[in-house]
């Protein structure tokens, strides 16, 4: 089922990943990263094949995908492809704000970590794509 409008073609950021279930993924998405889901494609079975969700703030793109010949495994950085996603947050008081959501959400994070003149925040969705915030120290 499509919905009529995609929000922004020209959006700054458009990404595709492959998740086990596409249906859990995008939930994860919503309730976690604030997402809005502007597509869903099904399979003739009524499985979930695709959905395709808008960060209205940023313009960002992120397409969910269910592949028939998926194995399964969990996401990992250590094999040839994505490492991971990182997004720009404003500040460290923005990093502390996002800690305290991802904690109201039960989301594991590994707080907030130094490097040079980088905070950042490190956590997974339901495949285990790594996922990190990120601000310049102030």
């Given at each position: 089922?499509?919905?009529?409008?995609?929000?922004?073609?020209?959006?700054?950021a458009?990404?595709?990943?492959?998740?086990?279930?596409?249906?859990?993924?995008?939930?994860w998405?919503?309730?976690?990263l604030g997402?809005?889901?502007?597509?869903?494609r099904?399979?003739?079975?009524?499985?979930?094949?695709e959905?395709?969700?808008s960060?209205?703030?940023?313009?960002?793109?992120?397409?969910?995908?269910?592949?028939?010949g998926?194995d399964?495994?969990?996401?990992?950085?250590?094999?040839?492809g994505l490492?991971?996603?990182?997004?720009?947050?404003?500040?460290?008081?923005?990093l502390?704000?996002?800690?305290?959501?991802?904690d109201?959400?039960g989301?594991a994070?590994?707080?907030?970590?130094?490097?040079?003149?980088?905070?950042i925040?490190?956590?997974?969705?339901?495949d285990?794509i790594?996922?990190e915030?990120?601000?310049?120290?102030?």
């Amino acid at each position: 089922e499509y919905i009529d409008v995609i929000p922004d073609r020209e959006a700054i950021a458009r990404y595709g990943l492959t998740v086990r279930d596409v249906h859990r993924s995008a939930g994860w998405y919503i309730r976690v990263l604030g997402m809005t889901k502007v597509l869903e494609r099904l399979k003739p079975d009524g499985v979930h094949a695709e959905a395709l969700l808008s960060h209205l703030g940023s313009g960002m793109l992120i397409g969910l995908i269910s592949h028939e010949g998926n194995d399964g495994a969990p996401f990992s950085e250590f094999r040839t492809g994505l490492d991971h996603l990182e997004f720009g947050v404003a500040s460290r008081a923005e990093l502390d704000a996002w800690i305290a959501h991802l904690d109201q959400h039960g989301v594991a994070h590994s707080g907030i970590k130094e490097r040079g003149s980088s905070l950042i925040v490190t956590l997974r969705d339901p495949d285990n794509i790594q996922l990190e915030l990120y601000a310049l120290a102030d």
